[in-house]
């Protein structure tokens, strides 16, 4: 909060809690009040790039340990995410492609770990942040639309190479201008299919956001509450919002396979 000290209405604390920590790139400093391209959302960077980098070095360290004896537990744990990734992609993916099942497996882990922070007390660590000066702290990446939506926008951009690589300039472009009325409707099938595409990252990337910053409001809605009522309402939610978060990073996951899939598609 302000100065280590709490909002002192619902509505301050809400809206403190929603606010991220900006760092305004054209006077470079610290400014959560402001808005524009050249403004970067500093917490979500940092928890973003944290959870990234646990997730490279578990993984390896799992890898680097892995026995043909009895295994450890994060093997175990490992083993079974592996598994579990790679049978989606050969009961989804149709074509051939090294990279499908290593990003499948990045973006349900990666998404899982960031969903996981909702879990989080919501007063603990913008509390600790105060500490060190930070006034606002929003410590759940996927609840920022930046971050999903850069996320979409680069399983987007991969489609938009694998179909144009696959399928040659001319398969790339009779997709657009052929499907689903042929030749002489060649306008109307340009215009369904850019609809189609570019609906395609915003849905994958809202989809994200709105069912986890639903779920972040809710816990700072339960915060609100007597301490009582705290733990009575908390516990269930939580207990609930673990299927969420690990459903939506399927989803995210289950979705990028098929959107590469059909990429890789001749029509």
């Known amino acids: 909060m302000a100065s280590g000290a709490a909002p002192q209405t619902s509505s301050e604390y809400i809206a403190h809690h929603l606010t991220n920590l900006k760092l305004d790139l054209t006077t470079m400093q610290i400014d959560s009040h402001a808005s524009g391209f050249w403004v970067l959302h500093v917490d979500s960077l940092f928890f973003s790039i944290v959870l990234g980098f646990l997730f490279l070095f578990f993984f390896r360290l799992a890898a680097k340990r892995a026995t043909a004896g009895v295994p450890t537990g994060l093997q175990n744990f490992v083993e079974l995410m592996v598994e579990f990734v790679d049978t989606q992609v ?11 099942a290593p990003l499948a497996l990045t973006i349900f882990v990666w998404v899982f770990l960031m969903n996981f922070m909702d879990l989080i007390p919501v007063d603990l660590l913008p509390y600790a ?3 060190v000066g930070v006034d606002y702290l929003k410590v759940v990446p996927t609840t920022d639309p930046n971050v999903t939506l850069g996320m979409s926008i680069s399983v987007f951009l991969l489609v938009v190479f694998y179909s144009f690589k696959i399928k040659g300039a ?3 472009a009779a997709e657009f ?5 042929g030749w002489k409707l060649a306008p109307v099938n340009f215009i369904l299919k850019m609809v189609e595409e570019l609906a395609k990252p915003i849905s994958l990337g809202l989809r994200l ?6 779920g972040e409001l ?3 809605l339960i915060a609100l509450l007597p301490f009582w009522a705290q733990w009575a309402l908390g516990g269930p939610w939580a207990i609930f919002h673990i299927l969420v978060i690990t ?3 399927f989803i995210f996951m289950m979705l990028t396979i098929v959107y590469l899939s059909m990429a890789h598609e001749h029509h």
């Open 247 to 249: 459903l939506q990073a």
């Open 209 to 214: 956001f709105g069912n986890l910053y639903a």
């Open 170 to 172: 001319g398969g790339f």
């Open 90 to 100: 050969k009961d989804t993916f149709s074509g051939k492609s090294n990279l499908v």
């Open 129 to 131: 942040a105060t500490f």
């Open 218 to 220: 809710i816990f700072i």
């Open 177 to 181: 201008f052929t499907h689903p009325f």
